[in-house]
DNA sequence: ACAAAAGTGTTAATCTTACACCCATGG
DNA sequence: CCATGGGTGTAAGATTAACACTTTTGT
């Protein structure tokens, strides 16, 4: 117990973002000081003592970018011994996410030269293992979005449902048949019609705005109803 | 990067042992110090700077109970300010699997006052929050041994068909139709026939043994496969 | 009237579930 | 010959996958 240790802990936090024509992005920032000055990186940063893992990743999200997630789940604790090149520092990594309007937000009010969205077919060179890191949240949203509700955790409160269909083929990577979807969320009753209507863009029949019904998830869930899609 | 931090990381291991008619243990260990001291407790320990966070973890192991563990995966980390009494003390949790041999092995040879096999569902008063990371762990064994053939790595090499049923059922904690988890599992076509056959215990047919075939399984992964029990 | 996106049903194939009797061995 | 555990098939029901035309809007 009385030995020191030397080992800096730090959170980082992969920030997923998705609107319906640029498909899923990743927050990044520019790093100000050596080591990888000037490369891009997810946002992070070292714990204080007296925080919580995730007081510590909401405070560096909100110092470093501005943003409030609505979404945060511990991803994966990256501890290799060379993965910074200065000290040992073993970094548990988090995933959140933001709701559409907060993406375009974000997008118009940051200076591009500090923090930016990028495709997660489009990323730039990271620093550290970064790269790696993000992968690995890639992985966890792609399963996670098939059991568990989260990817309305990505879209604002109304959306239309095509919406919903774009955002799973987006971050499943693959061709979804419209009809099945629909018939298959549709029958698990968790989202709740509403009347409004979405304006075209353009040409194209309006979309009626769906909303999730949380409460009566949670629910059906308590009911044993499983959500797989 | 000169502020200390003062925040000490440790690494805990789940282990978890089968034996069919024991069902699912973990190992514990009895606390020597100051606090919780004599509680039982999950091994663990402090992380070196230099060691790897896999590393640390079986070394620990090998200090405390003595075991190799055949199978290490990252469970979660826990980094409540208060989890531990003293001082703020962030632990990275990994579970492993031991082999049913090896269960028996350690049973016999470890003084039980300082090391010892539970029952998952007949676990004692646990140190800090070790009930909850069980908890987690249980929790994260059951789901994953439905779609990855980690189950294999609790058995022995050869095992009885009927022994790999009775761990599906003890760890998802249900009856399982033997006929349809026959059918259903042997055509994934992973598992090898031997000529080899058990010495009934008492009374009853002998049952053919069966291995496991890793290679087989990784190929007929990248061939689109997928397992799901 | 046409281009664009929304909305919606049926059928075949596959997978899942429920269920019961015979076999090989030891005592 | 009986008790014990191993080994195996079939049929009904549920789920999934494949597939295309009609509706509503803007231009």
Redesign the pocket.
Known sequence: MAHKQDIKLATDAIVFGYEKNEGVSVLLIRRKYEPFMNQWAIPGGFIKAEESLEEAVMRELEEETGIKVNYLEQLYTFGDPKRDPRQRVISVAYFALVKSSMFQEIKASTDAEEAAWFNIHALPKLAFDHKQIIQSAIERIRSKMRYQPIGFELLDKKF????LEKLYMSVLDREI????F???F?ALGILDETEE????????????MYQFNKKRYQQLIKDGMNF?V
Chains 1, 2 share one sequence.
């Open positions: 239309p449902f095509a919406d048949d419209r009809r099945n629909a018939k298959k549709l209507f979405a304006k075209p863009e353009g040409k194209g029949r309006p979309s009626r797989e």
